[in-house]
């Protein structure tokens, strides 16, 4: 129904005064797509989107919508549906003024954008509320006209900016189902500005993650949780143990190496995929499990903390401090001596971090 | 709820309030006065010198003068400050930071030495005729209400607001009279009524500006006062009053009296 | 970049009218001080070496120093009782403040013209009493001066002042209570240290406004108490001596900025929540 466009960020660069904050900065988003972009805050994610839409000029690069260059095209004309974080919704017009806002600037005539404001509001299922100032509205009947408005103007392009934020827990989750069913019902090619993980991969075909200006992996949910790309992303998603290794000895598929302090680990290339001579070997707290079987890394056991499924430890090694799991089963006491194996079902290899 | 005030305390703030209505009530009583001089308590109730106003061609003049003078300012400045205001807030990172102290530079600098200095360089030096220097002059006085008023207002108001209207295809000039102004209302209209009442009662800057046969009325007062002492000053005394009265409701019906609170 | 360019644009009229309207002419007008055929400071030697011009600017010091305490203090306990009296009452309190302030400089000060005046009532007053060489001749004393500039400025800054108290949270007010302060501990301890900012941003205003003043002094003062407004006046308009007018001026603009500037540094030092 509505006209969907694939978007094409290339090499943009961008500049408050003299501060960089966006450094070459690319990204295709298919048609229909919905793609995060998910950083801590302060990352440039807001940035982009000003972009995109128009209220920020890039340094260098272009923005293209489907056949259109938006680069110089004036943010009034770029015809993108954008919902901000605050809601932005105009504080001296009626729910139903909001909505129909867009379609005025359109030159459509009052009685058929009043229809279509009502029937979009229809559908977020306000349509009881369209007389109504926004100042009367709670913070999620906000964003439901925010969202409204956005839509009803069919734009080939959403652009959410941290649009949950502002909502309590379990609305958050009920308005990002929403979101996603009325963005895959229309087909609208989306951006997704968030710095919630859990939010950006429940909601997106693909994700970017990006720091300092930057994208540094963009993939499916799936990919990133469990094959990132580099240290950084990794961090991100919760390998909280970044191990630097060096290979040793070669045994076919088995490889042993080693790590600070001497200390050795031995891993299948099977399991794990290629390994070059030097990589890191990342691991999440469950990936490194402590045993007593004198096999593996030996380590000196810290803090226990109970989560309930099992227990973490903070471990001292060789090769620095690391946070491991342990079975409910067995209980170890903090002093001890312990030994920690990589599980290689929760575990990646890394480049090596540049020094 | 710690609102308890000691007697002595309340008793004072009594005397204080009657030492500041007192005074006016004083002149109001002296204008309705019968006597050709100044008293109180009247002597004789009339209205004659309310009519003795009308009756005087200066005073009729200065009247009509102020009030242009004051409307005329007034408006320019707030064609120049809701601009300045709105660049002020919107483009801080851009503009210097001494930008902002330029406009209340006429508050800071001595009003007096600012009537000298137009009447020395503008009026005389550059040969600007009366009526415009006064205009200028006023106009200056007023800015920095406009601009500090406004910029309150606006520093206020959520500039992703402006940005979804351009988004939603409004084009920029058009979405600040649609969408930014209404929101400034408030605003724009407690700096037109500061500004209309600072230059009506404008005395310093007037002072030197006036020329034969353009005066503003508060210098036709001074002038007056100089020569007699009957209560016809009174009189316009409580027309101004009324007209503080009259601005002090329009307050009340458009903003609530909670903004004059503030 | 062209955000800048609609910046400059937007507050380019604006800039232009003060620039040349206020920033020119004030400078020409401190810069013709320091032009005279005598040398740069003949100028400013002539005014201090003239007993009266010298007493002038004392006496409006005098007057703007005694204006500005009286005023604090004043305004800083009726503010204190209207930021704590009953909503109802606090608003028609604030509505009392705010209308003298609206009304004139000129219509004030001729009402204490009324007052003081020979046959005014306060004489009428005394005469009544019976009281000894009553009426007295009370306009054109510094009293006068003094009594309506104080007139002028109470409103301005109870209405400073009530903004401030009523940014005193009710919470710590409360807190400092339930730590067991009294109500005199809480108003010395709590409530006027916070106030301190306010009240020097308020005694600045007075100060300068009350030095710079033309009106008042003109109406109350006359000739007998002329102040640097009146000299001005009277040097420009009447012996229509440009320099000795534009000394004054200058002088006039380096105290004000001298008391402006050195007012919010001290305000900077004593402000509680400062970092
Ligand atoms: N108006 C601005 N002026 C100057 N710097 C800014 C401005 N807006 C954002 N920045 C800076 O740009 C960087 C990226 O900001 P932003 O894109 O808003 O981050 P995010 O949305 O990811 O939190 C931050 O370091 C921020 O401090
Ligand atoms: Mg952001």
């Known amino acids: 129904m509505t006209a969907t466009a694939p978007l094409s960020l290339a090499n943009l660069t961008a500049h408050y005064g003299a501060t960089k904050v966006l450094d070459d900065l690319s990204l295709e988003v298919g048609a229909g797509e919905l793609v995060s972009l998910l950083g801590a805050s302060g990352c440039g994610k807001t940035t982009t989107l000003r972009l995109i839409a128009g209220f920020l000029a890039p340094t260098r690069g272009s923005i293209r919508l489907g056949d259109t260059d938006l680069t110089a095209l004036p943010a009034h004309k770029r015809n993108i549906g954008l919902v901000f974080q605050n809601y932005a919704l105009f504080p001296h017009l009626s729910v139903l003024d909001n909505v129909a806002f867009g379609l005025k600037q359109r030159g459509i005539a009052t009685s058929e954008r009043e229809a279509r404001a009502r029937r979009m509001l229809d559908r977020v299922g306000l349509s009881a509320l369209a007389d109504r100032l926004p100042g009367a509205l709670s913070g999620g009947q906000r964003q439901r006209v925010a969202l409204a408005r956005a839509l009803v103007i069919e734009p080939p392009l959403l652009m959410f900016d941290e649009p949950l934020s502002n909502l309590d827990a379990k609305l958050r989750i009920d308005m990002r189902v929403e979101i996603r069913q009325l963005q895959r019902a229309n087909g609208t090619t989306s951006v997704f500005v968030t710095h919630d993980q859990e939010e950006a991969f429940s909601i997106s075909d693909r994700v970017a993650i990006m720091d300092a200006g930057r994208i540094r992996q963009l993939d499916t949910p799936e990919v990133l949780y469990q094959r990132p790309a580099n240290a950084f992303v990794a961090r991100f998603v919760g390998f909280e143990n970044l191990i630097d290794l060096r290979v040793t000895a070669r045994d076919g598929a088995r490889v042993t190496a080693e790590g600070a302090g001497g200390a050795t680990v031995t891993l299948d290339q099977d399991q794990l995929g290629a390994i070059p001579d030097r990589f890191v070997l990342a691991t999440r707290p469950d990936g490194l499990r402590v045993a007593t079987g004198e096999t593996g890394l030996p380590c000196t056991l810290g803090l226990r903390t109970y989560l309930g499924r099992a227990y973490h430890y903070q471990a001292e090694t060789p090769v620095g401090p690391v946070t491991a799991s342990g079975p409910l089963s067995q209980p170890l006491e903090p002093g001890g001596t312990a030994w920690l194996a990589p599980d290689p079902e929760q575990c990646c290899i890394l480049p090596p971090e540049p020094a | ?262 | 970049m062209l955000k800048r360019f609609a910046g400059w644009t937007l507050s380019g009229p604006a800039t232009f009218l003060v620039v040349l309207c206020l920033v020119l002419p004030v400078t020409a007008t401190i810069a013709a001080t320091f032009g005279s055929a005598k040398g740069p400071w003949a100028l400013y030697q002539a005014f201090f070496e003239s007993g009266f011009r010298q007493r002038v600017l004392w006496r409006t010091l005098e007057i703007a120093l005694i204006t500005t305490v009286v005023s604090v203090v004043i305004g800083f306990f009726t503010a204190y009782v209207v930021s704590r009296a009953p909503p109802r009452w606090r608003s028609v309190l604030i509505i009392l403040a705010v209308f003298p302030l609206l009304t004139g400089v000129v219509v004030r000060s001729f009402a204490w013209l009324i007052v003081l005046g020979r046959n005014g009532i306060a004489n009428n007053f005394f005469v009544w009493l019976g009281l000894e060489g009553a009426p007295y001749p009370m306009l054109y004393t510094q009293g006068s001066v003094i009594i309506a500039m104080i007139y002028l400025f109470v409103p301005l800054m109870v209405l400073t002042l009530v903004g401030v108290l009523e940014n005193i949270p009710d919470d710590v007010i409360e807190a400092a209570a339930s730590l067991g302060a009294t109500q005199s501990a809480i108003f010395r301890q709590i409530i006027f240290p916070l106030a301190v900012p306010g009240l020097i941003v308020g005694a600045v205003l007075v100060f300068t406004g009350s030095f710079t003043s033309y009106a008042t002094p003109q109406l109350l003062g006359g000739d007998r108490q002329m102040t640097m407004g009146t000299l001005l006046h009277q040097r420009a308009m009447v012996a229509f001596d440009w320099d000795g007018a534009a000394t004054v001026a200058a002088i006039m603009v380096v105290v004000t900025l001298a008391i402006v500037l050195a007012m919010t540094r001290i305000a900077r030092r004593l402000n509680p929540m400062a970092t």
């Open chain 2, 1 to 262: 709820m710690i609102r308890r005030l000691s007697p002595p305390l309340i008793v004072f703030a009594i005397l204080v309030y009657l030492f500041l209505l007192g005074p006016l009530v004083i002149v109001i009583g002296a204008a309705l006065s019968d006597t050709t001089y100044l008293t109180f308590p009247p002597q004789g109730l009339s209205l004659r010198w309310f009519e003795k106003i009308f009756e005087m061609s200066a005073f009729r003049r200065t009247i009509v003068t102020s009030l242009q003078i004051a409307f005329a300012s007034t408006t320019l400045a707030l064609l120049i400050g809701i601009p300045a205001a709105y660049a002020l807030n919107r483009y801080r990172i851009v503009l210097p930071s001494w930008l902002s102290t330029l406009f209340v530079l006429p508050v800071l600098v001595p009003e007096i030495v600012l009537g000298f200095s137009l009447l020395r360089s503008v009026q005389v030096g550059a040969g600007v005729p009366v009526l415009i220097a006064l205009l200028l002059g006023h106009t200056l006085i007023v800015l920095p209400y406009c601009v500090r008023v406004i910029s309150a207002s606006l520093a206020s108001f959520d500039f992703s607001i402006e940005e979804a209207a351009i988004s939603l295809g409004s084009p920029p000039a058009k979405t600040f009279f649609t969408i930014v102004l209404p929101n400034v209302r408030s605003g724009v209209i407690a700096a037109f009524i500061l500004a209309f009442i600072t230059s009506i009662n404008d005395v310093s800057v007037s002072l030197f500006l006036t020329g034969p046969g353009i005066s503003t009325l508060p210098i036709q007062i001074l002038a007056h006062v100089e020569q007699f002492f009957d209560p016809v000053v009174a009189s316009v005394s409580v027309l101004l009053m009324l007209l503080t009265v009259a601005v002090m409701v329009v307050v009340e019906r458009t903003l609530g009296l909670t903004f004059l609170a503030k």
